[in-house]
């Protein structure tokens, strides 16, 4: 299953430097977009990441469900690909929250 997760291109829009990472995860239907103005300013002091779920924006469709539990692996994946290592201040949108917590969780 890692390999299927792997092949899905998300769309990662990282800025600033430093730990911990903050995650933007945006509502249903949301993409990386939502939080053009407020990643910015987070940068200032965090490495933040937005991104769009698959299927979203920039990203490449998936054919598995989008259950929270799928996106959270998809996310985890992508994160791991990009050696964007925990700890994690994780910030959902609508939601994009129950995603969060799902992540928080596993």
Known sequence: ??????????????????????????GFGGDS???TNLQPEVAKFARVVAYDRA???????STEPRTATQIVEELRAALQAA????????VGQSSGGASMRVFAAA
């Not at 299927?55 to 469709?61: N, Q, Y």
């Not at 050696?83 to 994780?90: D, G, S, T």
């Open 55 to 61: 299927g979203l924006g920039k990203s490449a469709a």
């Open 33 to 35: 977009t939502l939080w």
């Open 83 to 90: 050696n964007i290592e925990p700890p994690y201040v994780l």
């Open 1 to 26: 299953m890692l390999a299927l997760l792997l092949a899905i291109a998300l769309h990662l829009d990282v800025q600033g430097k430093g730990s911990p990472t903050v995650i933007l995860e945006s």
